[in-house]
């Protein structure tokens, strides 16, 4: 212990005094349930926007990468993939100077969304059919410290807590044929920075980054903690987690500070591995109790910091289960884990069947769909027919029941040629199904309408 680094120092008494293993452990849990969401979205900025020879590369910093298809099996870099709506990508660096994003105008039959999040994954904006409209124009992300007026041309300036940022895009496709049409409005999205909209020389260049590769073991050993410290050196602590920060740098963890896990006592390793350990079990109970009964519905999960007032287990399971998920407002998200009788859903066992009533289908302004997931993966299922879902654009071609309802099959054979057009491919083994509403009506954010149950036939 020469060098007098925080990591040092908590071996043996702690970054602000003697600290026990049960309180390392007790840190490192809550450090570990706060940071995860931003680890997790480091591994995906760091695969889309770094990792250029990498098969999820999409574009560099402060360009725009368009993906002119949807989703299928082979993409990886996010889990939970919606397969609706091909996406459009930026990763923001706003240290130097703003980025103005540029909207094409589009037909209103067309929903289309561009979604601001921050390093914390809030969603803290949206551009598009239902904040701005879909008659385009230019709109100015900046970072926390900038200071400047709006320029003519710019419809709206909107602020980031962090001065790196995600804009996620998504352009529904209404089927297969409209594909090149998604790709020619997916071409009128622009990103310029400020200085390049205004026709103005360029400010000095920000500080280059190192970005560290993110290994395997990221979110699982103790080197999570590291790319937690670095993506915090993007955002300056809020002031409702003044105390929450100083609690953690107790361990090494916070802006700024350095963290080695090799420079701690073995005992204080195992204490704070044993407080992932703990964060991870913590989650597990919460999914179970909370999520999977539905008492907590996704709403709960997605928006901005003031939606999420700091809950961090929210904020935690919203990153595991479906990162960068939409805000309430914007899409609603209804999980199957569990069949009606509360068992886990399981293709391999059991075959299931979803019935929606005549009156009765999911409430959506734009446009609703269900997907399915491998439940080991949390990737689409790879499928003859590669169909990975069934939504509302194919309501033509589905076939209706008797009484005018709709019965869908959850399987992993076919249910049949009579049945084929209404059957979602599951994998041989557990997997679980996600219904997204975009633009949900009323009744859905307010829990009037309920989700029909995924019922089990052997």
């Known amino acids: ?68 298809n949807v989703f299928t099996p082979k993409d990886r870099a996010i889990i939970t993939p919606n397969s609706d709506t091909p996406y459009s990508f930026v990763w923001m660096d706003l240290r130097a100077e703003p980025l103005v994003l540029t909207l094409p105008p589009i037909e209103k039959k067309r929903y289309y969304s561009v ?120 955002a300056s602590t809020v002031p409702s987690e003044q105390d929450l920060m100083a609690r953690f740098a107790k361990i090494g963890v916070g802006r700024g500070l350095p963290f080695d896990e090799n420079a701690l006592s073995p005992a204080m390793r195992k204490a704070m591995a044993d407080g992932m350990a703990d964060g991870k079990t913590q989650f597990a109970e ?29 904020r935690y399971a919203g990153a595991a289960l479906g990162i960068f998920g939409n805000s309430i407002e914007e899409a609603l998200y209804s999980s199957y884990y569990v069949d009606k009788d509360g068992k886990p859903l399981d293709a391999s066992k059991m075959r299931y069947t979803l019935h929606f009533d005549q009156h009765h289908l999911p409430p959506a302004n734009a446009f609703w769909s269900l997907t399915m997931y491998d439940g080991k993966s949390k990737l689409l299922v790879d499928n003859a027919l590669n169909r990975y879902l069934i939504n509302s654009p194919m309501l033509p071609q589905l076939k209706r029941d008797q009484d005018g309802g709709l019965t869908l099959y959850i399987q992993k054979d076919s249910p049949g040629k009579d049945k084929v057009s209404n059957w979602l491919p599951a994998p041989d083994g557990p997997f679980y199904a996600i219904m997204r509403l975009y633009l949900p009506r009323p009744e859905a954010i307010s829990g009037q309408w309920r989700q029909p149950p995924m019922v089990a036939a052997e």
């Open 286 to 314: 919460f999914k179970k109790k909370q999520i999977d009964t539905r008492k907590v519905s996704s709403g709960a999960l997605f928006g901005t910091r003031e939606h999420l007032q700091n809950n961090y287990m929210y």
């Open 1 to 68: 212990m020469k060098d007098g680094s925080a990591a040092d120092k908590i071996s043996d008494t702690g970054a602000a005094g003697t600290l026990s293993e049960a309180e390392a452990a007790s840190i490192a849990r809550d450090a570990y349930i706060y940071g995860f969401p931003l680890v997790e979205e480091y591994k995906t900025l760091y695969a889309q926007a770094i990792d250029q020879g990498g098969p999820d590369f999409k574009a560099p910093f402060n360009q725009i990468g368009n993906t002119a």
């Open 115 to 234: 979604q601001l999040i921050d390093i914390y994954t809030h969603n803290f904006a949206y551009l598009g059919t239902r904040t701005t409209g879909n008659q385009g124009g230019n709109f100015m992300i900046v970072g926390p410290d900038w200071k400047g007026e709006k320029p003519d041309g710019v419809k709206a300036v909107i602020r980031s807590e962090s001065s790196i940022a995600y804009a996620l895009y998504r352009t529904q496709l209404f089927n297969p044929k409209d594909l090149a049409r998604v790709q020619a409005i997916q071409k009128g999205y622009k990103v310029r920075t400020l200085s390049a909209f205004l026709s103005q020389p360029a400010p000095a260049a920000a500080a280059s980054i190192d970005w560290p590769k993110p290994g395997a073991d990221a979110t699982s050993s103790l080197a999570f903690f590291r790319y937690l410290n670095f993506m915090l050196q993007f």
